[in-house]
């Protein structure tokens, strides 16, 4: 038997010493030592390789011991910078932060108008958000690119944009690869985003999300990860052909059609005026109705909420379902326990639904969180080995 690799060891004790910074915070040489089982010389050698990598730093003491206080240790959030970008119709949101999470600005930027090229938009709200945070293009290890498309599993190619017809330059984003660097650079689904930003509330478990806003999607997250499909294709409900089963305002029947005719923004809206109340068909007064809206329209959104969802619980069997997107969140709770009691009958596994919990811009957020496990885990892995000479 070989003698094991002592870098392999060394790598192995500084991994596991910057995941638990990561965690706690802050930790003491004793307390790094209580959770490793490291020994004094050995957890006081990683923190200072870690440390001489500028991979961790000093915080401070800690205070209520007898006797001199305790050097406490932190990641050093500058060892790396990660970008998020959530690309709509409307404009460009951009977040950078650093490798412990914190966000260090926020920019955002109007589109200038129909036609607008998206490369040439996307690259200067970047650099500007980097010079922002006091940084240029180049100091950004990781950035991830939000779209409501379909994306490649391999996070390259973008197709079926149908959001984003208003951007020119989106049928071939290569250019935009080079750009920000094609190295750090990934596209991904918008939904799926939020469903890595949902993880975050459920950690380790399984679920799928349905997102109503503008139009209607699913991510689905399996023993704590985001399943994207072969071919990306993974949570494209919208053109899954169901029937229409709500008591008014019904668009085709037994013979169905896609469920993305059924949920959305217009879809709502035109249901609504099947009950007879006017709405204009906005994200935002939709959203208001739904906060507030009459028993019998609420029970046909449930109708065809539930009817979504049931082929993914059917199938996946994941134990709960979260409702989200901005239309699920203005119903709230009647809306999901309506919900809840249409899928009881169905037959299928028996599925806790949930309202998500996330707020704000969950799809810049859920950007964030992916470039933040991506950079991480590179950096994790690669300890202080990895690390390129001055």
Request: glycine share 12%.
């Amino acid at each position: 038997m070989s003698a094991a690799n002592p870098k392999v060891f060394r790598t192995l004790n500084e991994r596991a010493a910057l995941e638990l910074l990561l965690a706690h915070g802050t930790l003491t040489r004793a307390e790094l030592e209580l959770h490793t089982g490291l020994s004094k010389a050995s957890s006081a050698e990683v923190l200072r390789r870690l440390e001489k990598g500028a991979l961790v730093r000093k915080a401070g003491h800690k205070p209520g011991n007898a006797g001199p206080a305790a050097q406490m240790w932190e990641l050093d959030g500058s060892a790396a910078l990660v970008a998020g970008i959530d690309l709509t119709a409307r404009g460009v949101e951009v977040s950078v932060a650093d490798l412990t999470g914190r966000v260090l600005v926020r920019h955002a930027s109007q589109a200038p108008g129909e036609g607008a090229d998206a490369v040439e938009f996307l690259t200067a709200a970047v650099e500007t958000a980097a010079a922002e945070a006091g940084f240029v293009l180049g100091d950004l290890d990781q950035i991830v690119l939000g779209v409501p498309g379909v994306v490649d599993a391999e996070g390259v190619r973008l197709s079926q944009a149908v959001q984003l017809s208003g951007w020119s330059h989106l049928d071939d984003l290569s250019d935009l690869r080079e750009r920000l660097g094609p190295e750090r650079f990934r596209l991904e689904n918008d939904v799926n985003l939020v469903a890595i930003r949902e993880l975050a509330e459920h950690e380790g478990s399984s679920f799928v999300l349905l997102w109503v806003g503008g139009g209607v999607g699913a991510g689905a997250v399996l023993n704590g990860a985001l399943w994207r499909g072969v071919t990306g294709r993974g949570g494209e409900v919208g053109s899954v052909v169901v029937p229409d089963r709500v008591s008014r305002g019904r668009v085709y029947g037994p013979d169905g059609g896609p469920l993305g005719a059924l949920l959305g923004t217009r879809p709502i809206a035109e249901l609504a005026q099947a009950h007879g109340l006017t709405v204009e068909p906005t994200l935002q007064a939709v959203a208001a109705l739904l906060a507030d809206a009459p028993p019998a329209l609420l029970a046909d959104v449930a109708s065809r909420v539930a009817l979504g969802a049931t082929a993914a619980v059917g199938v996946l069997d994941p134990g709960m379902l979260v409702l989200g997107g901005p239309l699920c969140t203005a119903a709230g709770e009647p809306l999901r326990a309506l919900v809840a009691e249409l899928l009881v009958p169905t037959g299928l596994a028996a599925v806790r639904v949930v309202t998500s919990r996330a707020s704000g811009n969950a799809v810049l957020d859920g950007a964030l969180c992916y470039a933040l496990d991506l950079t991480r885990e590179r950096v994790f892995q690669a300890g202080t080995a990895g690390l390129t000479p001055s």
